[in-house]
T-cell receptor, first 119, second 112 residues
Framework: EPEVTQTPSHQVTQMGQEVILRCVPI?????FYWYRQILGQKVEFLVS????????KSEIFDDQFSVERPDGSNFTLKIRSTKLEDSAMYFC?????????????????FGEGSRLTVL | GEDVEQSLFLSVREGDSSVINCTYT??????LYWYKQEPGAGLQLLTY?????DMKQDQRLTVLLNKKDKHLSLRIADTQTGDSAIYFC????????????FGTGTRLKVLA
């Protein structure tokens, strides 16, 4: 069964270091997302990506964050200079068709997450 | 803005019914979803309900939607130890990117 894969599963980094989290979405999906969950808090939307560009980003997704889909298969999230408060579980997700079309449920498929710990 | 609220914990005995509740704010949501997260795994779609329905049944799962109160619930009949997981309520917004808004998740613990 096709699945979304994320690497690394856990990364520990020093404050101020750059981090790249990698995701391979399901191959025929068109919509890509990053979410994060700080321990005990909500799963928060970070950014959505469609047609090779960011379609929406949240207030959390400031200039320290960037996303890329460099080769048509990988989808990466880069944090340029990590802060302590960036410690969280980061989830990549993809979707084939949006629920905007009649009768389309719009199921989001999630990866297992990358746990980022900033010291 | 959009917001989804859930209680954090629920503990039930094996064989009992579990009811997980959720409130949301965006009345224009097209679909409302329940996702399940087992330990070490990503979130997986469990069931969903279209916003013009008030109930959906799927084997042991019953989803109830009260649009007036913006309240969604998930009932699991005959709860089993394998149902122990975190359950997330989510709504999809009908804006261009169809981002999902999730709650905190409710951790369900099933006691043998």
């Amino acid at each position: 069964e096709p699945e979304v894969t994320q690497t690394p599963s856990h990364q520990v980094t020093q404050m101020g270091q750059e981090v790249i989290l990698r995701c391979v979405p399901i191959s025929n999906h068109l919509y890509f997302y990053w979410y994060r969950q700080i321990l005990g808090q909500k799963v928060e939307f970070l950014v959505s990506f469609y047609n090779n560009e960011i379609s929406e980003k949240s207030e959390i997704f400031d200039d320290q964050f960037s996303v890329e889909r460099p080769d048509g298969s990988n989808f990466t999230l880069k944090i340029r200079s990590t802060k302590l408060e960036d410690s969280a579980m980061y989830f990549c997700a993809s979707m084939h068709t949006s629920p905007g079309l009649a009768g389309v449920v719009g199921e989001l498929f999630f990866g297992e997450g990358s746990r980022l710990t900033v010291l | 803005g959009e917001d989804v609220e859930q209680s954090l914990f629920l503990s039930v005995r094996e064989g009992d019914s579990s009811v997980i509740n959720c409130t949301y704010t965006d009345s224009s949501s097209t679909y409302l979803y329940w996702y399940k997260q087992e330990p070490g795994a990503g979130l997986q779609l469990l069931t969903y309900i279209f916003s013009n329905m008030d109930m959906k049944q799927d084997q042991r799962l019953t989803v109830l939607l009260n649009k007036k109160d913006k309240h969604l619930s998930l009932r699991i009949a005959d709860t089993q130890t394998g149902d122990s997981a975190i359950y997330f309520c989510a709504e999809s917004t009908p804006s261009g990117t169809y981002k999902y808004i999730f709650g905190t998740g409710t951790r369900l613990k099933v006691l043998a």
